[in-house]
């Protein structure tokens, strides 16, 4: 993917390292959803939740779902370095000139739809970190939360995306933090607060169940960034992009971990899914056309 021409964003920040254990956000290897708990799926909050983005973007429904508003800023230890000055490494650089990219491309959407889109931060870190989400290890993976409106990212889990799932190339890189910057433009349109607001009603069965739909939307929205950037795809990144989704899937995952798949316990969904709403974004380019809450089947 050529990313070269775009400077890295100043919306970026080096934790250091990080010591100690817990949990982590609404990542994409995380085995459950952070900050959304225990959702509800009602036949009504179905709808409104798949209509928001829709609505956002299409201008003709208005905002079904309210705006989370602007959260604080996570606390950054006095030996953290912030802006483009955190984008310190081969990796960090790269990243952090897709940040720019997601950037770039959301305001243009948002601005569309009469909107204004305000950037998440990635927040780079080494075993550790610590955000307003709690604290989590490199363990988790990549996350986004929404407290703190923040991509945390160890960039050490690339060489585990290439070694351990077979998912090589810098486009496979990309989708990663789209993914996530695709969580960020849910908190933004008050997706996952509306989701969240469904939790205590719902068994955990119906949890998973709204949780999937969640990450499947956001691996859409991270597919509409690519289709937005065509002009800077090279050969063979839709082939990495698809790799990557199809390792990552749940039942991919539970299959390789315990020789079994409970679909019951899927958040995340599975690989065929989950490469299904990625090729929906790339082929679009539209995020109303991310309706997965809204979607019969997925």
């Given at each position: ?23 982590g ?11 959304l708990?225990?959702?509800g ?29 602007t ?19 081969e ?13 770039q ?27 307003q ?33 077979g ?54 929205f ?24 199809n ?14 798949v ?29 309706d ?7």
């Amino acid at each position: 993917m050529r990313l070269d021409d775009l400077d890295p964003t100043s919306n970026a920040r080096d934790l250091g390292r990080g010591r100690g254990g817990g949990g982590g956000g609404a990542g994409l290897l995380g085995l459950l959803p952070l900050l959304l708990g225990r959702l509800g799926c009602g036949g009504t909050a179905l709808v409104l939740i798949g209509l928001a983005a829709y609505a956002y973007f299409s201008g003709g429904l208005g905002s079904l779902v309210p705006s989370t508003g602007t959260s604080p800023n996570a606390q950054v230890g006095s030996a953290g370095v912030e802006g483009s000055a955190a984008c310190n490494s081969e990796e960090r650089l790269f990243a952090c000139r897709v940040m720019t990219s997601t950037e770039q491309t959301w305001r243009a959407l948002f601005q569309q739809a009469g909107r204004t889109y305000r950037p998440a931060t990635i927040n780079f870190f080494t075993g550790g970190a610590q955000s307003q989400c709690g604290y989590a290890s490199s363990a988790v993976g990549p996350f986004y939360c929404p407290a703190d409106q923040g991509v945390y990212l160890d960039t050490a889990f690339f060489d585990e995306l290439a070694k351990r799932f077979g998912a090589r190339g810098d486009f496979a890189q990309a989708y990663v933090i789209a993914h996530e910057v695709g969580h960020h433009v849910q908190n933004l349109l008050g997706t996952s607060t509306e989701v969240s607001r469904q939790q205590a009603q719902a068994s955990e069965a119906q949890s998973n169940a709204l949780s999937v739909r969640l990450e499947l939307q956001a691996d859409c929205f991270a597919g509409v960034w690519a289709a937005q950037n065509k002009g800077r795809l090279d050969p063979g990144d839709i082939e990495e992009g698809m790799t990557a989704a199809n390792a990552i899937g749940d039942d991919t995952l539970q299959r390789q971990a315990q020789g079994r798949v409970v679909p019951d316990s899927f958040t995340h969904g599975t690989s065929e899914q989950r490469m299904r709403w990625l090729k929906r974004g790339l082929e679009t380019g539209d995020p109303g056309r991310c309706d997965t809450f809204g979607a019969a089947t997925l």
